[in-house]
């Protein structure tokens, strides 16, 4: 822990192999309280899953802005070790706290501290959406710029996740899955629809996928409880199918089958309807 306007430092030296405390000191506007390494429910030491909470914790001024940094050292405790080619040094779940250093199993529980929600953004179309993460996989940190294309997600399972690659959640068919679209009407409302036949389009990728369409009708804005068809399961042989329905507004819903190694993209979609009237 750095604070380069004020000089000041807090400095602790571990040595991996052993996990020991090799020294620890402080300057300037620091003190050091206690530095060492311990074990927790993650992190069960050498002899356990081999890994170690290492912690240092000071006390400073709260006007100077500080910066932390971490570091690979040699022998003659040079900052600026190049490494072996051989030895690693890795890293997770770092963090800062002011306060009272808190253990790392509670970041294992989804109510507490740890993304179990997303939301992304389509540079290209300017839309966004939110959600929760599926089957429990929430991400403890996340990389969107980097070397290898597609964004990087850390899980709970200490797995590096490529994202936006694929169709299937790890070894599991991803589950609902669906996008849905918001009501549509015609002439401002004025007019029913009447709609007779549904002629899907759809990009499919891989064997054996199908998508469920829904169609949902409402007379009015307000209406709690819409007229439901389907849901209709379509797949690459599937022409068109019949979709008998009479509203004013019409939303669509697409749902995907959970099957592995499958998915579809939605093209242009076509639904017969004619105008019926402008009353119920």
Same mark, same amino acid.
């Not at 992304?120 to 089957?135: C, F, H, Q, S």
């Not at 990087?152 to 994202?163: E, M, S, T, V, W």
């Given at each position: ?23 620890? %000191? $402080?300057?300037?506007? /620091?003190? @050091? ?6 074990? *927790? ?6 002899? !356990? ?103 990087? %997600? $850390?899980?709970?399972? /200490?797995? @590096? ?6 169709? *299937? ?6 589950? !609902? ?104």
């Amino acid at each position: 822990m750095d604070d380069f306007a004020a000089g000041g430092t807090a400095l602790a030296q571990f040595n991996p192999m052993a996990g020991t405390l090799i020294s620890s %000191g $402080a300057s300037g506007g /620091f003190t @050091i309280v206690l530095a060492g390494a311990t074990q *927790d429910a993650l992190a069960t030491g050498l002899s !356990g899953n081999g890994w170690l909470r290492y912690f240092i914790t000071f006390t400073t001024s709260a006007a100077i802005t500080n910066e932390v940094t971490i570091a690979n050292m040699n022998a003659s405790n040079s900052i600026n070790y190049t490494g072996n080619n051989t030895s690693n040094i890795i890293i997770w779940g770092a963090q800062l706290e002011d306060g009272t250093l808190s253990d790392y199993h509670v970041s294992t529980i989804v109510t507490q501290n740890e993304c179990t929600r997303y939301v992304k953004y389509n540079t290209v179309e300017r839309l966004w959406d939110a959600g929760i993460m599926p089957r429990g996989g929430f991400r403890t940190a996340f990389l969107d710029y980097n070397v290898f294309g597609k964004p990087l %997600g $850390a899980d709970q399972n /200490f797995r @590096i996740q490529k994202h936006e690659t694929g169709f *299937d959640d790890d070894e599991v068919a991803m589950e !609902g899955a669906f996008v849905e679209s918001g009501y549509g009407f015609m002439n401002d409302g004025d007019d029913i629809w009447k709609v007779s036949h549904i002629i899907p389009d759809f990009k499919w990728f891989g064997d054996e996928g199908a998508v469920n369409v829904t169609i949902k009708g409402v007379q009015y804005p307000h209406q709690r409880l819409p007229v439901i068809v389907g849901p209709t399961a379509c797949t690459d042989e599937t022409e068109y199918f019949e979709a008998r329905i009479r509203a004013r507004q019409l939303a669509i819903k697409y749902e995907w089958l959970a099957r592995r190694n499958t998915s579809a993209r939605i093209g242009a979609v076509r639904v017969m309807a004619e105008q019926a009237g402008k009353r119920p």
